[in-house]
């Protein structure tokens, strides 16, 4: 009975003991300079420990706002995405009035590009989906945010170029998905996704490509009159339109005009400055 008790008893302080906080008695500086050291040496696993040990610990330095800042950063830099923007929305949420918060914005804009590139990069015609480009709303989303609020931030001429480009990006999605469906006889799917563009995306390069969809799955269904009216609207906007569509076999990146090589693809995530 008495070694019962006392296995019991080992067991049970096992059980209760304390992670060690390797951290405790550290001075804030010698924390966040080891902080910074990592990340000079790209050790981003260590330098985000260091980042939130700073922040936990001594919560209203100057030190902690800052590795707040830098958080979002270094989770990126070691493939944490989801924790990144995590950090960068924590960060905008509690340090909204910071003069650097546009950067944040900024960030969460290029971390989201990033994984749009990478998600269109995958697509062909045969894996090509009903799927929402999230990454690219989410994208758009932010640096719509940043011109809004900051129009003269150092960020703000990229984030417009940038917009640019993510509108493009959703409006090709569309028609893609759209001709996906016709180049399957699913008609009303195909004019319902190129009508998304009309209506979201008008004025877009893949503004020509709905319509000839359109037109496309009206004759397929034998709707003469729609198709015909939809014609003499793709005649009136492209004169010289060949009613031709680019296979959807060919990658994506290419249909988009953009580089096949994913890495080259890719945007680099500026440091905090």
């Known amino acids: 009975m008495l070694v019962s008790v006392t296995l019991l008893s080992a067991c049970s302080g096992l059980g209760s003991k304390k992670e060690v906080n390797e951290f405790a008695g ?19 696993k260590r330098a985000s420990q260091l980042l939130e040990a700073t922040i ?13 800042l830098e958080l979002p950063y270094v989770f990126w830099k070691d ?18 009035s910071h003069p650097k918060v546009d950067y944040v914005y900024y960030l969460k804009g290029l971390i989201n590009f990033n994984q749009n590139v990478s998600y269109l990069a995958t697509l062909t015609g045969e894996q ?8 690219a709303k989410d994208s758009f989303e ?13 960020y703000a001429k990229d984030s417009r170029e940038r917009m640019r480009y993510l509108v493009n990006t959703m409006a090709k999605h569309e028609t893609g998905v759209a001709q996906y469906y016709l180049e399957r006889k ?40 729609l198709r015909n009216d939809t014609f ?34 890719l945007v680099e995530v500026p440091a905090p400055q």
Do not use: C
């Open 232 to 265: 003499s609207v793709l005649k009136k906007n492209y004169p010289n339109t060949t009613m031709s569509l680019k296979p959807t076999s060919k990658s994506w990146l290419e249909m988009l005009g953009m580089r096949s090589d994913r890495k080259k693809a």
């Open 142 to 154: 932010a640096f719509k945010t940043l011109v809004e609020k900051f129009p003269n931030s150092r």
């Open 186 to 225: 699913a008609y009303v799917a195909a004019i319902n996704r190129a009508q998304e563009v009309l209506r979201n995306y008008d004025g877009t390069p893949a503004t020509e490509d709905a319509l000839i969809i359109m037109v496309k799955a009206y004759e397929g269904l034998n709707l003469q009159d």
């Open 26 to 44: 550290w001075s804030v500086d010698k924390i966040y300079t080891n902080a910074r050291d990592e990340m000079t040496n790209k050790d981003y």
């Open 56 to 68: 936990a610990q001594y919560p209203f330095s100057a030190q902690s706002i800052q590795a707040q």
């Open 79 to 96: 493939d944490e995405r989801t924790k990144a923007l995590a950090a960068a929305d924590r960060f905008i949420a509690l340090n909204g």
């Open 128 to 135: 090509l989906n009903d799927r929402d480009p999230k990454a």
